[in-house]
């Protein structure tokens, strides 16, 4: 079945150094990929998307490009804050069917310091 | 604009009881969602709404769980006879329904249910 996976976590960083979250795929079909957050205290917020093969998401200095090729959609920012501090997930929604219905990986802890 | 708003933000109850959790959409949005989220893990689908019908329920992991909405606005989850197992957090979200395969769907803030 569809299935997203993840690096492990926690990962600590210095502010302004520079991130990567791996996150690979395994679809049926051609799916849309999503990154969520979740900050401390929040719920579930959209950071970015990319719905069609080499599309690049990006939202607050954040980036990943949807490599079908890889089947990955990797997550990566320039220079980190502390205020980055949060659970990220990555997410795909497919076909067939077209409900929507979002399957996510287990979530990378990101833990920046200043 | 308010948000996904679910009640109660917590629940503990004992095994064997039933219980319902309740999800307000955003005005407007024909799609909703249901989700499972156990600690350290993503959330898990349970159910989609198109409007008052369920549209996919493949996610509902056996007949104690059951999820309705009437109207096509609110929605409630129902557990019955609930067992340990079910302790986590359970997520709601919306989406306006354009294009559900590439919407944004927009989360509420989730219901902590503790199974005692």
């Known amino acids: 079945g569809d299935s997203v996976t993840q690096m492990e976590g926690p990962v600590t960083l210095s502010e302004e150094a520079f991130l990567t979250i791996n996150c690979t795929y395994t679809a049926t079909g051609y799916p849309s990929l999503f990154w969520y957050v979740q900050y401390p205290g929040e719920g579930l917020q959209l950071l970015l998307k990319a719905t069609k093969a080499d599309d690049k998401g990006s939202n607050k200095g954040f980036e990943a490009t949807y490599r079908k090729e890889t089947t990955s959609f990797h997550l990566e920012k320039g220079s980190v804050q502390v205020s980055d501090s949060a659970v990220y997930f990555c997410?795909?929604?497919?076909?067939?069917?077209?409900?929507?219905?979002?399957?996510f990986g287990q979530g990378t802890t990101l833990q920046v310091k200043p | 604009g308010a948000g996904v708003s679910q009640t109660p933000s917590n629940k503990v109850t004992e095994k064997g009881k039933y219980v319902e959790l309740r999800c307000d959409p955003i005005?407007?949005?024909?799609?909703l969602y249901w989700y499972r989220q156990s600690l350290g893990q993503g959330p898990e689908f349970l159910i989609y709404f198109q409007g008052t019908g369920a549209a996919d329920d493949s996610g509902l992991p056996n007949d104690r769980f059951f999820a309705v909405r009437p109207e096509g606005s609110v929605s409630t989850l129902k557990i019955q006879r609930t067992e340990r197992g079910d302790s986590a957090v359970y997520l709601c979200a919306s989406s306006p329904e354009l294009t559900p395969s590439t919407d944004t769907q927009y989360f509420g803030p989730g219901t902590r249910l503790t199974v005692l």
């Open positions: 005005s407007g949005h024909t799609a």
């Open positions: 997410a795909l929604s497919a076909p067939p069917g077209n409900t929507g219905k979002l399957i």
